[in-house]
T-cell receptor, first 116, second 111 residues
Framework: NAGVTQTPKFQVLKTGQSMTLQCAQD?????MYWYRQDPGMGLRLIYY???????DKGEVPNGYNVSRLNKREFSLRLESAAPSQTSVYFC???????????????FGPGTRLTVL | TQLLEQSPQFLSIQEGENLTVYCNSS?????LQWYRQEPGEGPVLLVT?????EVKKLKRLTFQFGDARKDSSLHITAAQPGDTGLYLC???????????FGKGTRLSVIA
C-alpha cells in the first residue's frame, strides 16, 4: 500500500511554462484534494473532487485546472506558470464525501515547485 | 468563509516543558482534526474530536474540543525533541464542504 503518491517531487519552471502535477491513491477513496502550502499561510485548498467525475473550486483556484482521470488519479495543471505559484503542492484523499470531517485526509509527500 | 485561528504561530521551548496550542473560530464545526507535519512530508492525522467537550489523550498529547464546538486545544506534557513539527488544526463545517485548515503552529523543542 503506497497511500498517496505525487510526481514530480521537485520542479523548476520559467514564467509562462505549463506543467501537470500527478497524484494517485490506492486506498479506494472517493474524495481527492489539491492544496498549496506557503510560509505563514497554512494549507489552502485549490480544487477538490468529492467523487469520480466531479470537481469543485476551493479557496484559491485561479491559474489552475484539474482532472479527475478515474477514481485513483487526480491531476493539477498550471497552464501558464507565474512566480506567485511558487509553493509546495500537496495532494490528499479521504474516504468520505467532500466534508471530510468524519474521515481522515491522507496526504502525499508534496511537490516543491519554483517558478522563475 | 469559515476561519480557524491558531495560536501561537511559533513556539520554541526546552525539553521537558509543557505547552498548549489553541485553535479558535467564531463558527461551529461538526468535528475537528489535529495533524502534525514534519519537514519535507505531508501532514499526518493525530486525532479527530467530534463531541462538544470531548477530551482525547494520545500518550503525552491531550486534545480538547470546546463545549460549543467552536474551538480546540492541544496540550503537550513534558515535550521532547521528537515533538518538533508543524501542528495544524482542521475543522469540518456543518455543511457538506471540505475541511478548513488553520495556519499552523510551528513547534521547536530544544534538547
Amino acid at each position: 500500500n503506497a497511500g498517496v503518491t505525487q510526481t514530480p517531487k521537485f520542479q523548476v519552471l520559467k514564467t509562462g511554462q505549463s506543467m501537470t502535477l500527478q497524484c494517485a491513491q490506492d486506498m479506494n477513496h472517493n474524495s481527492m484534494y489539491w492544496y498549496r502550502q506557503d510560509p505563514g499561510m497554512g494549507l489552502r485548498l485549490i480544487y477538490y473532487s468529492a467523487s469520480e467525475g466531479t470537481t469543485d473550486k476551493g479557496e484559491v483556484p485561479n491559474g489552475y485546472n484539474v482532472s479527475r482521470l478515474n477514481k485513483r488519479e487526480f491531476s493539477l495543471r498550471l497552464e501558464s506558470a507565474a512566480p506567485s505559484q511558487t509553493s509546495v503542492y500537496f495532494c490528499a484523499s479521504s474516504g468520505g464525501g467532500a466534508s471530510g470531517g468524519r474521515y481522515t485526509q491522507y496526504f502525499g509527500p508534496g511537490t516543491r515547485l519554483t517558478v522563475l | 468563509t469559515q476561519l480557524l485561528e491558531q495560536s501561537p504561530q511559533f513556539l520554541s521551548i526546552q525539553e521537558g516543558e509543557n505547552l498548549t496550542v489553541y485553535c479558535n473560530s467564531s463558527s461551529v464545526f461538526s468535528s475537528l482534526q489535529w495533524y502534525r507535519q514534519e519537514p519535507g512530508e505531508g501532514p499526518v492525522l493525530l486525532v479527530t474530536v467530534v463531541t462538544g467537550g470531548e477530551v482525547k489523550k494520545l500518550k503525552r498529547l491531550t486534545f480538547q474540543f470546546g463545549d460549543a464546538r467552536k474551538d480546540s486545544s492541544l496540550h503537550i506534557t513534558a515535550a521532547q525533541p521528537g515533538d518538533t513539527g508543524l501542528y495544524l488544526c482542521a475543522g469540518a463545517p456543518l455543511g457538506n464542504t471540505p475541511l478548513v485548515f488553520g495556519k499552523g503552529t510551528r513547534l521547536s523543542v530544544i534538547a
